[in-house]
């Protein structure tokens, strides 16, 4: 029934590629376990389009292997169970995947996981002193700055960032600033409100 | 309901109690279960509006690496809910309503899902589905809105009615006849809807999903699949916004739970942003026709109001546009019409403020338009013709305090400054305008069963299958039983979210606090009356009592005629050896009360705003919401949902607008960066008030509903400051700068 006619001899498909090239090449000089390890063709595949990353997320090391096209995003949620960063777009468009990096904000979903080598990753579950919360994510909660709560962690990510960059001396400097972070519930006054207070508290963030 | 309950006296804070979880990061939505081993799938789409798949080329796909499976529809299991007829052709089994993923090769509407990659990583799934090609064969298609609506032969009636006489407006001293056009407008919610499968055995089937209603998406997959309801267990625990697109299943959430049957695995499938435009509905496209006549004195004479809106080619959708004018004004003649124009594109759903959004748009902007022609302020012209009982059917309001919110608004907002004639008022070269306008929704009380369980550490859960996809049900839930049994807010949580409890409502209609907020009302006085009961009992000094002697009041029981006597409820429960008891209750949809009385919660906005006379951009100034939405229970997380509306009206006026390419019958927009939804600095000062009255009828708590009218009534209050501010009445939504210039 199904037609797969066009099995197709003009581009050959990247696991067939590998099969005839690079796997057999490395395959004759590697080692005996990772023979028994490349069992089959996925798996050699798998083992040569990884690379190893180390990357330390909250404070803690992780030494990893992942394949370049993984984006921070997805490496945090689906390798490091790391789910409080959200995926609102995977685009860069809505902000819900905000970390620091380095102490930055970035989009994670913009950024592959391998660019960030040897960098300091701060997503927020990485906030709060153990039971003390951050004083944004606080502020946050006595605002009421969210309702469903699925964009708070990148606004939260992104608020710590707009004070510290020095964008959060009046309510019109903090919507300008904070309008990569879309929130489909409509909170941004009381995140405005909220960032307010934090940044009029002082306390170091 | 014990009398000394006093919801604005609350001692108790109302940060939401799930508001740690959120803040932190643990707070887990639909796709964030992990489990082991698991997959990954990703949809391949059609690229064409309407045909049929020729033919599929998956064999660079199935050869990715990774690939686990694809389905497609010539591999898909027969699911019984997808070929009703096939077991039993003469009676109608269960149907799967609308489309029946993989079923056929047939195509309606760009965008439609025509396989599923499963792989081990969501990378190769994703690589993989990029490997699929389709080839198809095209049919003619209508995407074209406009051009659809002029054919006859293409609409399907979908009710009429009239009060009095027809076009009565016709005869009136004064009259405006107008179209109002709205575009495609989208959910898009924050989160990507996702369904997370996993069988357990052939039979034993759980899934964690984005789902407004646990219970409906039980309902629908059991019978769907052919499984008994208690063998599917649905988990909805947190939910990142919906506003109506989760109400029902689509077709992603059967396709995860094939995928799952046929690789074995839980199977996870996320969709794109871009799909979830084609894919979960969306707010109608919509023309309407509305002509209102008045007397000079303002009295309405006849409202006709005729609409049309689009549906797909294979479910008919149709919401309530026309109805408020059957209802929101007092006038003796009305005559309205509605129907539905199919086109090659996906069902459209319920989308926040269903019907009465789009329907307000036309009545409360025709309403504005009249007022300057009789010369009338609007509010006033409102007030003349303020409807003291439901126009249509005679019966009085539970509660109406929409004069109040006439004046606290027209207050707050300066109303005072509104200039009588539009484009007259500067302030610093801008040209500034006042508009108001007014919303409404259905109001109710819906079934709902809730269980309480009081444990001797002076704790209480109380559970209900119900969502909370923003709003805080969990914290009005939560509320309310504080209140109800005198105990802190920190000694109760309030658990949902999961088909294995008690069957709450679908989160809709604004109706969760009433239903839910009943049941657990119901719960809270059996529990109590249950304590009286092992008082008398258990207790000697209680034992001569009858139940109607002994009082609960916040934790404690006592002889109503002498308050010496006394015992907390922990101590009872630790003296009678039981660790906790428990209660589950019912309460029963307002159907009685609904032959008695008209059920409505109102709002009105006010807004003000400025408007580049040169470059027509708009700047809002201020909006100032206000509504009758009964006794308020949760004052904050209340005043956010009417800001959150606010925010939603400001991107249906202003800026939201799906765009259809029609040569391809092909979204164009469907992302963040082409479909614009408000951010923040598009958002001005936002002020609530509420009546804040209880409603006396429809629940024992008092409250109306909120979610809904934050949004009705929005965008004609924008488009109403837009005519004041430069004399332009713009009827075609959004109205962005370049319909100011022309
Ligand atoms: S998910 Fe990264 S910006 Fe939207
Ligand atoms: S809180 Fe729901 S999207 Fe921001």
Known sequence: MEQEYKENCAGESRRDFLKKSTALAALATATPVLLKAAGNDEKIAGYFEKIPLQLEVNGKVHNLSVEPRVTLLDLLREQLNLTGTKKGCDHGQCGACTVHVDGRRIN????????????????????????????????????????CGYCTPGQIMSAIACVKEGHANSVDEIREFMSGNICRCGAYPNIVDAIMEVKKGGQPL | MDKEINYTESYFADDRVDGIEKVTGKA???????????????FVCSTIPKGAIKNMVLYEARNAPGVLDIIYYLNCPTIPGHRPYDKDPNKKGFEWRGLKVFNDNIIYSNGQPIALVIADTLERAVYAASLVKAEYVTEDFITDF???????????????????????????????????????????????HATTAVWEGDNKLTVYDKSQGPKGTQAELARNFGLDEKNVRVVTEYVG?????????????????????????????????????????????????????????????????????????????????????????????VNTSYKLLPLNINTPTWMRGPGPATGCFALECALDDLSYKLNIDPIELRLINYAEVHPASKLPWTSKFLKECYALGKEKIGWHNRAAIPGSLKENGMLVGYGMAGGVFGAGR????????????????????????????????????????????????????????????????????????????????????????????????????????????????????????????????????????????????????????????????????????????????HIVSTADAGKIITPKPARSQMVGGAVGGIGMALTEEVVIDHHFGRYVNSNFGDYHVPVNADTPIIDVLFADKPDPIINPMGSKGIGEIALVGVAPAIANAVYNATGKR???????????LS
């Open chain 1, 108 to 147: 994670s979903c913009l950024s592959l996981a391998v660019m960030n080598e040897g960098k300091n990753v701060t997503t927020i579950e990485g906030l709060a002193d153990g039971e003390k919360l951050h004083p944004m994510q606080e502020s946050f909660i006595k605002h009421d700055g969210f309702q």
């Open chain 2, 730 to 740: 713009v009827r075609e939504l959004p109205i962005t700068p370049d319909k100011l």
């Open chain 2, 146 to 192: 406009e051009k659809g609506k002029k054919d006859e032969a293409l609409l399907k009636k979908a009710g009429d009615y009239k009060r009095g006489e027809a076009d009565a407006y016709k005869t009136a001293a004064v009259f405006v006849e107008d179209e109002y056009t709205i575009p495609i407008e989208t959910h898009n919610p924050m989160e990507l």
């Open chain 2, 446 to 621: 819906g079934q709902a069963a809730a269980k309480g369980i009081l444990k001797s550490d002076g704790s209480l859960v109380l559970q209900s299958a119900v969502s909370d996809m923003g709003p805080g049900t969990s914290t009005a839930m939560v509320t309310i039983g504080a209140e109800l049994m005198g105990l802190p807010m920190n000694k109760i949580k309030f658990e949902l979210g999961d088909t294995d409890l008690p069957p709450g409502p679908t989160q809709g209609g604004s109706g969760s606090t009433s239903a839910v907020g009943a049941a657990i009302n119901a719960v809270c006085d059996s529990l109590k009356q249950t304590l009286k009961e092992m008082a008398i009992q258990q207790v000697p000094a209680f034992s001569t009592a009858k139940p109607e002697d002994v009082q609960y009041k916040k934790g404690m029981l006592f002889f109503k005629s002498d308050k010496t006597i006394s015992i907390s409820y922990t101590d009872l429960l630790q003296q009678s050896g039981k660790p906790e008891i428990e209660v589950i209750k019912d309460s029963a949809r307002a159907s009685a009360e609904a032959q008695k009385y008209a059920m409505h919660s109102f709002s009105v906005h006010f807004v003000k705003l400025q408007v580049h006379p040169v470059t027509g951009v708009i700047r809002l100034e």
């Open chain 2, 28 to 42: 887990k939505f639909a796709a964030e279960h992990p489990l082991a081993e698991m997959a990954y799938a990703v």
């Open chain 2, 241 to 333: 916004g919906a506003f109506g697109s989760a109400l029902r299943s689509w077709p992603h959430v059967p396709a995860a739970v094939i995928a799952a049957r046929k690789v074995k695995r839980p199977v996870k499938l996320v969709l794109t942003r871009e799909q979830m435009f084609t894919m979960v509905g969306y707010r109608p496209h919509a023309w309407q026709k509305i002509a209102i006549g008045a007397g000079k004195d303002g009295k309405l004479v006849g409202i006709s109001h005729h609409a049309i809106s689009n549906t797909s080619t294979y479910e008919d959708f149709s919401e309530g546009i026309v109805g408020v004018s059957q209802f929101l004004y007092d006038c003796p003649n």
